[in-house]
Structures are given as C-alpha cells and as structure tokens.
Nanobody, 126 residues
C-alpha cells in the first residue's frame, strides 16, 4: 500500500494563496491516480481536484476551476495543489487520496480511492 502525508495548510487571508503537498511513500507512486478532497466542519467530504498517473490530465471541481491547479512530480513522489484567490468558503480540512490504476485515468468519486492521508487544515479569513 501507499502512505500519504499532506502538508502546507495554514491560515491565509481571503485572496491569498497556499500550496498543499501530498507526499507518498514507496516506489510505485506513478501507478496511482491522486485526488484532493476537502471537508468543512459539519459538511460532507467533497471532491476538489484529481490528476492521472502521468499528470497529463487534471480534473477540477467547479468551485476550484480558475483558481486551483493540481500537479505532480512522480520522481519526488509528490502531488501538489496550488490554491489561488482563496475564499472563506475554501476553509476545510484537505485530504490527499490515491487509487491504483492500470490506465491513465482518475475519478471524482470519493469511494473510488483506497488510500487517504490524515488531512491538513486550511483556514481562509475574511
């Protein structure tokens, strides 16, 4: 299995930026699709962004389009989520998730991901 550790969360003012990192253990990272989900207090965990094994295809939630970018560096076993123009409604715990794939695809569905990190808190002040 793969182990995931998120970092980069913190407190930022509205309009600011944060870059989250998801660091994976093991040598098979390039075989996993990776996604970011977030969960605000009292709400269900929701999809934010996903990226295929190769990094060639990214998928963003409507709330993230135009503001967030997901990318990966397989040589570093790391996936990033660059978040710009942050809004107070982006406040949540952000989770990294991974799914073993045989093809260069990804999913926006929470239940398609087998491995999850512990989460990192993002707080956007107004």
């Amino acid at each position: 299995q793969v182990q995931l550790v998120e970092s980069g969360g913190g407190l930022v003012q509205a309009g600011g930026s944060l870059r989250l990192s998801c660091a994976a253990s093991g040598r098979t990272f390039s075989r996993y699709a990776v996604a970011w989900f977030r969960q605000a207090s009292g709400k269900e965990r929701e999809f934010v962004a996903a990226i295929t094994r190769s990094g060639n295809t990214a998928t963003l939630a409507d709330s993230a389009k135009g503001r967030f970018t997901i990318s990966r560096e397989n040589a570093k076993n790391t996936v990033y989520l660059q978040m710009n123009s942050l809004k107070p409604e982006d406040t949540a715990v952000y989770y990294c998730a991974a799914d073993w794939r045989l093809s260069d695809t990804s999913s926006t569905e929470r239940n398609n991901y087998d491995y999850w990190g512990q989460g990192t808190q993002v707080t956007v002040s107004s």
